[in-house]
């Protein structure tokens, strides 16, 4: 296996939401389209189905072929993460050996979410995951939707493991993310998974953010860790404190309802939801909160 640790996708990759038609089917004109969109907006990665992507109602025909259209659409310019985790091991592995022959450039493994593993399973999940391709693999840390966290210690013995490189970690405790990167060599990667605390995790060590509002807002996401990584505190702070009303306004509702609301008034539609996802009301106080933020940041088509 080659030794992929330092491999880096960039700071700002965006968990890209998945276009449907009128009819809720898979739009991959319009995955191209707006995978295009994120690179010229400031993206150095897509993460292509993941939970913003509704990976849950998704074939896995479906997700190959995203695979294969974002990675034919975009791979000689940016990283392409293709999320190929789940709830079963041998499906998990399954799916990774299929995603890596479409050109894609590493993959994202999720927390096995349900059946709620004990560490030692967990660990036993990531290195068979890992084993079966040389793609650098990024652990999903999702407590708050799998149900199971992912221990600083077993993301440090994950560490261990040549091509597993990062963690995207969203358990929302900054306490976690400094033990993990107190444990974890200096080469291993530490994601933000929530967009409103990218700037203090980058304080106790991240490198960057797997992103929802980066949709919206990647350039600005990005010269807040430029800025941040150059020493510019102040400059980073100022431009999380503006973004701060949009990171809450997308994740009002469960995401991705907001999130593909949100292109949607960007003058960039991308379809609607798969039940059990379903689009909020024209008049809910959460669209109107969002199309406010988004008024207010100059982001409203």
Not at 18 to 43: C, H, I, K, M, Q
Not at 242 to 252: E, G, H, I, S, V
């Amino acid at each position: 296996m080659a030794n992929n640790q330092g491999k880096t996708f960039g700071p700002i990759l965006t968990a890209m939401v998945t276009p449907f038609d009128d009819e809720l089917s898979v739009d991959y004109d319009r995955a191209a389209e707006l995978a295009e969109w994120l690179v010229e907006n400031g993206s150095d990665g897509i993460v292509v189905a993941g939970t913003t992507g509704e990976s849950p109602t998704l074939t896995e025909e479906e997700m190959l072929n995203l695979f294969q259209v974002v990675a034919d659409a975009v791979g000689d310019r940016t990283m392409v993460i293709a999320g190929t985790g789940s709830n079963s091991t041998a499906r998990s592995v399954e799916l990774t050996r299929k995603a890596a022959r479409t050109g894609i450039h590493g993959i994202m493994a999720v927390v096995p979410y349900y059946n709620r593993p004990t560490q030692e399973g967990l660990a036993l999940h990531f290195k068979e995951v890992a084993a079966c391709t040389d793609l650098p693999v990024i652990l999903y840390n999702v407590p708050g939707r799998t149900g199971t966290n992912l221990l600083p210690s077993t993301v440090a013995r994950m560490a261990d493991v040549s091509n597993i490189t990062a963690v995207k970690e969203a358990s929302g405790n900054l306490d976690q993310v400094s033990e993990i990167r107190r444990l974890v060599p200096d080469t291993f990667l530490i994601y933000a998974g929530d967009d409103n605390l990218t700037l203090p995790i980058l304080a106790v060590g991240g490198c960057g953010v797997i992103s929802v509002a980066s949709h919206l807002v990647g350039r600005e996401m990005k010269q807040m860790v430029e800025c941040f990584q150059a020493g510019k505190t102040g400059e980073a702070r100022r431009i999380h404190l503006r973004l701060l009303p949009l990171f809450k306004a997308l994740f009002a509702v469960t995401n991705p309802i907001l999130a593909k609301k949100s292109l949607a008034l960007a003058g960039f539609p991308v379809g609607g939801l798969r039940p059990p996802l379903i689009e909020p009301g024209a008049g809910t106080s959460e669209v109107a909160s969002l199309r406010e933020v988004m008024a207010s940041l100059g982001v409203l088509g």
